[in-house]
């Protein structure tokens, strides 16, 4: 894989390649021509991607010759409509992979010769391994240093199992972080009131090790932090926590995020209070905007923080609520909801391939029905 955003992919990048005689790798591969329409030149396409999807990942690029593996000349690719060649592919892959295969992304670049080339980016899977299925052909490929090939029967028994343990993999990680919003091995405390604790991690965080330069310039900053007039930094074993004042009456925060030297985040804020009604009953209400807003604001400045590291995504995200049971949902019109029953819900585990309001919809969704309510249908996150 090409280490820089698919995005900033140039014909200068791509003249590196070949200027410094890169050669193909496990995570890289070259390609002269683009597929053409044969039976036999889909198989072999739908082969190339999911050798990549099923071992760690990588870009597959079209319009660069190659050598014995080596990069050797970028020689462009010449077509009518490139809108329409995307279109095919993604259709191939669409229609000729299972189980669906996520977060591939596309990148036709056209050079100063007039000439275009392709590069696709495909995620590692977390449900892989993906099979071919176009006209029945049912075969696993991985990949290895220079070139894929057929899995066998030891292989697949590995690739399921590894499969079935990356959904508890990343739970453990959002417990931890719930772990943290307690108060354990932290140096700031959240106090016992409702609180969202939100993990976003890229789908391929097990298939490979990061050491990332994160810093306080870099890292990223707790949600509402304008509201609190700022925030403080620690630098940490894991990377760099983030958050804000604290209030020196109570000793607590309201709001932090970790940025994790490995390539993902935490953060973890307050959504509620007790205040008092005037009545001499305390009055526990949780505010929507406090999740919402601030929901949409930690993943996505978590996606465009990570983005100049090259880290993108596919996303695997993961919200729990926690400390509500006996909290309502303050609802527009001055209303209330029923208390919520629970103290500590896990809303989802999302696995998105580009974070915006719409990829969140579950866990708003699910958000609303912890307090025995129904989300208007297509409410905005700014709605009051």
Sequence with gaps: MIDQPLDTIDEAALMRLIDNQVGERRDLEFKRDLPGGRDDDKKEFLADVTALANSQGGDLIYGIDERDGIAAGLLGLRVDSPDDELLRLENIIRDGVAPRLIGVRMKWGTLASGAGVLVIRIPASLASPHRVIFKNSGKFYSRNSRQKYEMDV??????????????????????????????????????????????????????????????????????????????????????????????????????????????????????????????????????????EECLLEATVSTQNRFRPFNVEGPWVIQATIFGVRNYALALPHDYASRPAFRDRALLGELRVDHIDEAALEPLLRNFWLLFGERRPEGRAIAAR
């Design 154 to 291: 030891h292989e697949l028994r590995h690739a399921f199992t590894e499969a079935d343990q990356l959904s508890t993999r990343f739970r453990a990680l959002h417990h931890h972080a719930i772990q943290m919003a307690r108060g354990v091995d932290m140096p700031v405390f959240m106090g016992g009131e409702p609180r969202a604790i939100v993990s976003v991690t890229p789908l391929d965080y097990f298939r490979k090790t990061l050491d990332l330069p994160v810093v306080f310039e870099n890292a990223i900053a707790p949600v509402r932090a304008a509201q609190y007039r700022g925030f403080d930094a620690i630098d940490t074993l894991e990377g760099v926590l983030m958050h804000v004042p604290v209030d020196r009456e109570h000793g607590l925060v309201g709001s932090w995020s970790m940025t994790h030297r490995t390539g993902r985040a935490d953060h973890a804020w307050l959504i509620g209070a007790v205040r008092d009604n005037g009545g001499g009953e305390p009055d526990r209400r949780v505010w929507i905007p406090r999740f």
